[in-house]
């Protein structure tokens, strides 16, 4: 069916407050991973789901951006008080794949651009 | 810990001219290794890719070789067109599952 979709696509937040991002994945992906992308730089790993359970949140910067996924389907990324340097792409991928198998495709989708003021 | 360095752009080039990114790439084991492509307005799209040393992912064109002796995998074509104008992103991934990607090249294609 459709491809990974994110929302909202672009969001401007006043610093200090909280932001969440959704990604709706490709029904029946697995993996679900969760990159950071700042202004004319490559995308950034944040996190990394298999289903529901977050298996590396090595990337996320600080404690407080916190993602999950409960249902192992959509998938949340929020990020409290907002600070300036969190302007970014938020880019969202997910697989039939599990994060073991080498070469599959990760589909990525538009991303959201958050923008904090 | 793995990175991607590649060519710093902006490239531009005219319309039939050859194509080269350069990508070299440092990791432990053994990674896949993928190019990305970013066109105006749009999401990341994968363009090719190759799982182990020697192999040769082609698409629309496009090729690059997997050389494990010295790390690389270049994006080549022949001869580019105006609609190839893009960003394009060089990736590796390893059996983590996470992808480290390099910071983009950005093509332009004049006629």
Sequence with gaps: ?117 | GNSVTQMEGPVTLSEEAFLTINCTYTATGYPSLFWYVQYPGEGLQLLLKATKADDKGSNKGFEATYRKETTSFHLEKGSVQVSDSAVYFCALRTNAGKSTFGDGTTLTVKP
């Design chain 1, 1 to 117: 069916g459709a491809g990974v979709s994110q929302s909202p696509r672009y969001k401007v937040a006043k610093r200090g407050q909280d932001v969440a991002l959704r990604c709706d994945p490709i029904s029946g992906h697995v993996s679900l991973f969760w990159y950071q992308q700042a202004l004319g730089q490559g995308p950034e790993f944040l996190t990394y789901f298999q289903n529901e359970a977050q298996l590396d949140k090595s990337g996320l910067p600080s404690d407080r951006f916190f993602a999950e996924r409960p249902e192992g389907s959509v998938s949340t990324l929020k990020i409290q008080r907002t600070q300036q340097e969190d302007s970014a792409v938020y880019l969202c991928a997910s697989s039939h794949m599990f994060g073991g198998a080498l070469g599959y495709e990760q589909y990525f989708g538009p991303g959201t651009r958050l923008t904090v003021t």
